[in-house]
C-alpha cells in the first residue's frame, strides 16, 4: 500500500491563481515528520518544509503555506498568486521512527504546470 | 561549489556493462544515500549509510551495490546493467541522529540511460 499519496499527477494553473496541492500519507507511528520538496525542470531537489507530528500548526512562508490535519492524515501545499516559476513537480514525503527516520518514503510527485 | 556532488551528470551505457556513480559532499554529514527516480514512482531509496561502516539496504537494492569510502564519499554500483534501470539517480545526505529527521540533501542527479 502507498503510503505517500499525491492523488493530483499533473496540475495546470494560470498565473496569479492559487493552487493546493494534496498529500495524503499513512503511518501507524505517532511520531514521524513531513516534507515538501521541489523539483523544478532543471531536476535538481529543493527542500521546503519539514514538520514532525507533534505540531500541527500550519505554516506560512511567503506565498507558500502548508496545513497539517493528522485528522485526515494529510499535509497539504498551498502556493498563491502562483508565478511561472512555481512550475515544477513536487513531492510529499515521510519519515517514521519506528524506522528511525532513516527510510523517507516519497510520494509519486505532482507535476504542476504555471502558464503565464 | 555544489555541497553534494554527482559525477558523472548523464551516462549511456550499453546492457551487462558494469557502471559506478559516484557522489561525495563537503557537508560534513554522516548520513548518505542512493535513490532512483522513475516518472510516476517518486523516489525511491536503493541504500543508506549512517557512516563508513555501516551500510544498509534500501527498499531496491537488488542489482545494486554500494561502497562508503570515506565520509564523503559513497558510490553506486551497477555490477551488469539492465534496461529497467534506466533512470534518474540521486544521492542525498543529512546531518543528525537518530531522533531527530533532518532534511536531506540532493544532488543534482545521475540520468542513465541503458541500451
Known amino acids: 500500500a502507498q503510503k505517500v499519496t499525491q492523488a493530483q499527477t499533473e496540475i495546470s494553473v494560470v498565473e496569479k491563481e492559487d493552487v493546493t496541492l494534496d498529500c495524503v500519507y499513512e503511518t501507524r507511528d505517532t511520531t514521524y515528520y513531513l516534507f515538501w520538496y521541489k523539483q523544478p525542470p532543471s531536476g535538481e531537489l529543493v527542500f521546503l518544509i519539514r514538520r514532525n507530528s507533534f505540531d500541527e500548526q500550519n505554516e506560512i512562508s511567503g506565498r507558500y503555506s502548508w496545513n497539517f490535519q493528522k485528522s485526515t492524515s494529510s499535509f497539504n501545499f498551498t502556493i498563491t498568486a502562483s508565478q511561472v516559476v512555481d512550475s515544477a513537480v513536487y513531492f510529499c514525503?515521510?519519515?517514521?521512527?519506528?524506522?528511525?527516520?532513516?527510510?523517507?518514503?516519497f510520494g509519486p510527485g505532482t507535476s504542476l504546470s504555471v502558464i503565464p | 561549489d555544489a555541497d553534494v556532488t554527482q559525477t558523472p551528470r548523464n551516462r549511456i551505457t550499453k546492457t551487462g556493462k558494469r557502471i559506478m556513480l559516484e557522489c561525495s559532499q563537503t557537508?560534513?554529514?554522516?548520513?548518505m544515500y542512493w535513490y532512483r527516480q522513475d516518472p510516476g514512482l517518486g523516489l525511491r531509496l536503493i541504500y543508506y549509510s549512517f557512516d563508513v561502516k555501516d551500510i544498509n539496504k534500501g527498499e531496491i537494492s537488488d542489482g545494486y551495490s554500494v561502497s562508503r569510502q570515506a565520509q564523503a564519499k559513497f558510490s553506486l554500483s551497477l555490477e551488469s546493467a539492465i534496461p529497467n534501470q534506466t533512470a534518474l539517480y540521486f544521492c542525498?545526505?543529512?546531518?543528525?541522529?537518530?531522533?531527530?529527521?533532518?532534511?536531506?540533501?540532493f544532488g543534482d542527479g545521475t540520468r542513465l540511460s541503458i541500451l
Open positions: 557537508k560534513g554529514h554522516d548520513r
Open positions: 514525503a515521510l519519515s517514521e521512527a519506528r524506522t528511525s527516520y532513516d527510510k523517507v518514503i
Open positions: 542525498a545526505t543529512s546531518d543528525g541522529d537518530r531522533v531527530s529527521n533532518q532534511p536531506q540533501h
